[in-house]
C-alpha cells in the first residue's frame, strides 16, 4: 500500500494564479482531511471530507475549495494564490469514528511545500 | 478555542531521556496524540493516551496525563539521534462530524552524539 500521497512535492506560484493539490488514498479510508502548517505553528485544518462527495469548513477555509469526486481523492484548489497562502500542505485520512468510540488514527501525506512571490 | 502549548525546543545528549511536555485547556478532550515529524516527511503518530488514563508505557515511550493540571508529557528513554524530529502534541475533542485535533506548535528534539 502506497498509503496517503500527495502531487506536486513543491510549487511556485505567482500572486494571483490558481493550482489544484492532489491528495490520494488507498486505504478504503472515509474521512480526509486538509491541513496547513505554518513555521512556529502547528497544523490546522482547512477542509475535510465526510466521504464521496461531500466537504464541509474546517478552520482556516478562507481562500480554498476542495472537491471529493471520487473516495480515495480529495482536491484542494487555490483559485487566486496569494502570499499568506505560503506554507506547507498535508493531507491525511482516516476511517469513520465509532460514535463513542475511539478516534481512528489520521494518516498523513509527506506534504506540499507552497510559495506564493 | 482550545489552545495547546509545548515548548519549542529540547537538546538532549545520545543516551539520555528526553522530556517533552505540553498543556492543554479544554477538559472535554478525550485522547491525546504524540506525533513525531522528521525532516521533510509527514506526521506519524507515535503513541496516544485516553483522558481517563494517568500513564501509558511502550518500549521506550512514556506518556503522562494530569488531568486536573491538563498537563501531558512524554519521556522517550535512551534517546538516540534517530529522535531527533519535530514532536506535535495534539488533543482530541468530538465535533458534530469528526473528531478535532488542535495541534500545538511542535518541539524539535535535537539529539547530540
Known amino acids: 500500500n502506497a498509503g496517503v500521497t500527495q502531487t506536486p512535492k513543491f510549487r511556485v506560484l505567482k500572486t494571483g494564479q490558481s493550482m489544484t493539490l492532489l491528495c490520494a488514498q488507498d486505504m478504503n479510508h472515509e474521512y480526509m482531511y486538509w491541513y496547513r502548517q505554518d513555521p512556529g505553528m502547528g497544523l490546522r485544518l482547512i477542509h475535510y471530507?465526510?466521504?464521496?462527495?461531500?466537504?464541509a469548513k474546517g478552520e482556516v477555509p478562507d481562500g480554498y475549495n476542495v472537491s471529493r469526486l471520487k473516495k480515495q481523492n480529495f482536491l484542494l484548489g487555490l483559485e487566486s494564490a496569494a502570499p499568506s497562502q505560503t506554507s506547507v500542505y498535508f493531507c491525511?485520512?482516516?476511517?469513520?469514528?465509532?460514535?463513542?468510540?475511539?478516534?481512528?488514527?489520521?494518516?498523513f501525506g509527506p506534504g506540499t511545500r507552497l510559495t506564493v512571490t | 478555542g482550545e489552545d495547546v502549548e509545548q515548548s519549542l525546543f529540547l537538546s538532549v545528549r545520545e543516551g539520555d531521556s528526553s522530556v517533552i511536555n505540553c498543556t492543554y485547556t479544554d477538559s472535554s478532550s478525550t485522547y491525546l496524540y504524540w506525533y513525531k515529524q522528521e525532516p521533510g516527511a509527514g506526521l506519524q503518530l507515535l503513541t496516544y493516551i485516553f483522558s481517563n488514563m494517568d500513564m501509558k508505557q511502550d518500549q521506550r515511550l512514556t506518556v503522562l496525563l494530569n488531568k486536573k493540571d491538563k498537563h501531558l508529557s512524554l519521556r522517550i528513554a535512551d534517546t538516540q539521534t534517530g529522535d531527533s524530529a519535530i514532536y506535535f502534541c495534539a488533543d482530541v475533542l468530538p465535533e458534530f462530524l469528526y473528531d478535532k485535533l488542535t495541534f500545538g506548535k511542535g518541539t524539535l528534539l535535537t539529539v547530540n552524539p
Open positions: 491525511a485520512s482516516s476511517y469513520l469514528p465509532l460514535a463513542g468510540g475511539p478516534p481512528y488514527e489520521q494518516y
Open positions: 471530507s465526510v466521504g464521496e462527495g461531500t466537504t
